[in-house]
């Protein structure tokens, strides 16, 4: 995997505003208040917001102990590499675009920007969003990364490091994702905690005794499965007021649990005996939660009908 070479010219400042929106406060609402026991069935709500339109170009920060050369380290991150660089327009992502704004619907689109390795701990060993969001800008400022109006920061921290705020590790707290002001323009970000760290609650599919993973990678093959779903929810609702149910549910909330369903998109089993239900070309299989198609009886899926 490739680090990203700066094109940018200098920045000479860059300001950070968090949102008052919905994603970071939100998702905690949703774990407090409808996680244990959701209305999934529920139709999604447009509350007049913006959704994402035209090629998002992802950024990975690999944020602390991710460089210790580790084969598992390695594994993952190539895991997670590979699924962003391949997921982009295939029908699963086209979910998406029952979902729109004014403007049209939302894009399907995502591009491998690149990735860095922040080993530095600059921001401790629990981060913040407000940590998040200084990430991201160390970053820019030290034109490791652009910074791009386009672009999608998916930070993702290793083992060692936790994330209270984010709800990481919470039971019922989704993979986070949020918007904020940097440079005058709006960001927006994912954060991805180790999965390491509360297996049965990162990764339940691959819970029990000896269950393999599509890539024998536990952390891998769990990161993609969450990125996907919080990549779903930022497109469809980036800054918090686009589409969320009457329960406060995004998208992807209403399938956490559904990977494999008769007509819309059955599970598989890999070579290795794992389970999958998707295959993305060069970069193998994975098992990535089903997202809920807009429609006027919506439903999980793996691509729209």
């Excluded at 007049?48 to 944020?63: C, E, M, R, S, T």
């Excluded at 894009?107 to 200084?134: K, P, R």
């Excluded at 820019?140 to 060692?160: K, N, R």
Aim: hydrophobic share 40%; with cysteine; aromatic share 10%.
């Amino acid at each position: 995997m490739r680090r990203y070479i700066n094109l940018l010219t200098p920045i000479a400042l860059i300001v950070i505003l968090p949102l008052c929106a919905m994603p970071g406060a939100a998702q905690k609402l949703i774990d407090t208040q409808s996680a244990a026991n959701p209305k999934t069935n529920s139709r999604m709500l447009y509350h007049g917001g913006p959704v994402l339109h035209f090629a998002q170009n992802a950024y990975v920060i690999w944020y602390g102990d991710w460089p210790g050369g580790t084969i598992a380290n390695s594994r993952a991150m190539q895991v997670v590499g590979g699924f962003i660089a391949t997921i982009g327009n295939r029908p699963y992502m086209n979910i998406n675009s029952t979902y729109a704004d004014g403007s049209g619907p939302a894009t399907s689109s995502l591009v491998w920007g690149g990735n860095v390795i922040d080993a530095s701990y600059s921001h401790g060993s629990d981060l913040t969003d407000a940590d998040i969001q200084g990430i991201i800008s160390d970053q820019i400022l030290s034109f490791q990364l652009p910074h791009d109006p386009q672009g999608i920061y998916i930070v993702i921290g290793s083992a060692d490091i936790a994330s209270n705020d984010t709800g990481f590790c919470i039971p019922g707290a989704p993979p986070y994702h949020a918007s904020a002001i940097i440079n005058g323009a709006f960001t927006n970000y994912i954060f991805l905690g180790h999965p390491n760290r509360c297996p049965t609650l990162a990764g339940p599919q691959f819970s029990g005794t000896n269950v393999p993973t599509p890539h024998d990678t536990f952390a891998g093959d769990a990161l993609a499965a969450n990125l996907a779903r919080a990549l779903n929810a930022s497109y469809t609702n980036p800054r918090g007021n686009a589409w969320f149910d009457r329960y406060g549910l995004e998208n992807a909330d209403k399938c956490v649990d559904a990977f494999g369903q008769p007509t819309f998109g059955e599970t598989y089993l890999t070579a290795n005996g794992a389970r999958a239900n998707i295959h993305l070309g060069q970069s193998g299989d994975y098992l990535i939660p089903q997202n809920w198609v807009n429609a006027r009886r919506g439903y999980c899926a793996m691509f729209p009908q």
